[in-house]
């Protein structure tokens, strides 16, 4: 058998699969237990209506237009789509394979110059399965290798279509602290220099055809930058201690037009008066407790919690892969913040702001404020549907739709598992019966 030409059906399959067109629903969902999403608590007896893609009406009281689908929600909860803050969804399939592997830059001689969406694949099983986990909408961004720099990242859908890209070029990713150190030369020292060296030769770099011949910058890494001192493209400056974030915020002191975002902050709790007066919000682990180097050596469960008690806009993401570290897992993280709150001393989210960690807050921090992770008339119509509480690890999704279009929730996964839970034994092969 000719391997390379059945990959070629298989990949032609997967093609097709992934660029069927699916059309936009108007429905209502009814009767359910609401959540908005955007820090208010759960409400009952509540409906959603979605029409030309959009949300148009969410509440109690509302009354489902004459001719509209209904889907009856009784014992069910609603909530809108989640959104996964700094994932790298779509950039690998097996991430231990190289070759299938385009979560950084690797050796590339350039950095802050690249796309994430020259990489994104949509028919990816990590797109899928995370879909299936109730998140229609993330933020990918591309890890930093062989400089400080990762590169431009993006805001996506997770629809089951070919066209997943909502804004390319959303966010430029810089990496200091101990992970920055090490890349620059071996101290923080070093990424501090080449990290103002950079902004410094982009901001030269503005409105003129020329650069003058003492740079370190390659043309298209200093132009990428250039939106980044100009205030137009939000600069993620991944830091975990409390020292480093400060030496963040001070930046603005050279930079005055750095639109910051943290990633990270494990000790972000220790200088959240400051992040708050800064007003520059947070991407963090949500459980971050047990030091593992000397950049968190204060970490604690409490830091979210903290940094919102404070008045920090702090989103949970960071998930990238791995069995326990997977963007549809931040439910079962946001609860727990929630659950945080029963420990005596500790500091955890009502049931609200722990949803909005998960849906308005990073939707906001992307620059859809409004627009995506609430159900308000005129955000998209992206509504999943649960059998229960979201943010109780047994509850999952019934239905999800993105922009108003019912999305599949099947992948490799749920097809195993529905294929081996009544297996007919008597029809293994040979092989498996010794």
């Known amino acids: 058998m000719n391997l390379r030409r059945v990959t070629g059906f298989a990949m032609a399959a997967a093609a097709a699969a992934v660029s069927a067109p699916l059309a936009a629903q108007n429905v209502a969902i009814t009767n359910a237990t609401l959540a908005v999403g955007d820090g208010s608590e759960p409400v009952e007896n509540a409906t959603v209506v979605v029409q030309n893609g959009k949300i148009v009406a969410a509440g109690p009281g509302v009354a489902a237009p004459a001719g509209m689908a209904v889907i009856d929600g009784t014992g069910k909860w609603v909530t809108p789509g989640l959104f996964a803050a700094m994932t790298q969804l779509g950039l690998y399939d097996v991430d231990g394979v190289r070759e299938s592997n385009d979560s950084s830059g690797g050796r590339s001689p350039f950095s802050a110059a690249l796309d994430v969406t020259t990489a994104l694949n949509p028919a990816s099983q990590h797109v899928s399965v995370t879909r299936g986990g109730g ?24 629809g089951a279509d070919p066209n997943m890209v909502m804004r390319p070029r959303a966010f430029q990713v810089v990496t200091l602290g101990e992970s920055g150190g090490r890349i620059a030369g071996g101290t923080r020292l070093a990424a501090q220099a080449a990290f103002r060296n950079a902004l410094q030769e982009a901001q030269n770099a503005v409105g003129k055809a020329d650069r003058p011949g003492d740079v370190l910058l390659n043309r298209p890494d200093a132009l990428a930058l250039v939106p980044v001192v100009k205030g137009e493209q939000p600069l993620y400056v991944a830091v975990e201690r409390a020292a480093d974030i400060r030496s963040v915020l001070a930046l603005r002191n050279e930079f005055p037009k750095l639109d910051l975002v943290i990633v990270g902050a494990s000790e972000g709790w220790m200088v959240a008066n400051e992040l708050a007066a800064a007003k520059v919000p947070v991407i963090a682990h949500a459980l971050d407790d047990l030091p593992t180097s000397f950049e968190d050596l204060a970490a604690t469960q409490s830091n979210v919690g903290r940094m919102v008690k404070a008045g920090v806009k702090v989103a949970v993401g960071g998930l990238t892969g791995g069995t326990g570290d997977q963007a549809r897992n931040s439910k079962q993280f946001a609860g727990n913040l929630v659950a945080l709150n029963k420990l005596p001393g500790a500091t955890g989210l009502t049931w609200g702001q722990a949803l909005a960690t998960i849906s308005s807050v990073p939707a906001e921090i992307a620059g859809f404020g409004g627009k995506a992770g609430v159900l308000k008339p005129g955000a998209v119509g992206d509504v999943v ?5 979201p943010l109780e690890l047994s509850s999952a999704p019934v239905k999800v739709f993105i922009d108003g279009v019912e999305q599949p929730t099947d992948n490799h996964q749920t097809k195993l598992r529905e ?3 009544d297996l007919d034994t008597s029809q293994l092969p040979k092989a498996y019966k010794w």
């Open 419 to 421: 294929r081996y839970r």
């Open 135 to 158: 998140i229609t909408r993330a933020s990918v961004f591309v890890g930093p290798s062989s400089a400080i720099f990762g590169g431009q990242g993006a805001v996506v859908d997770l």
């Open 385 to 389: 549907l649960w059998d229960g509480d």
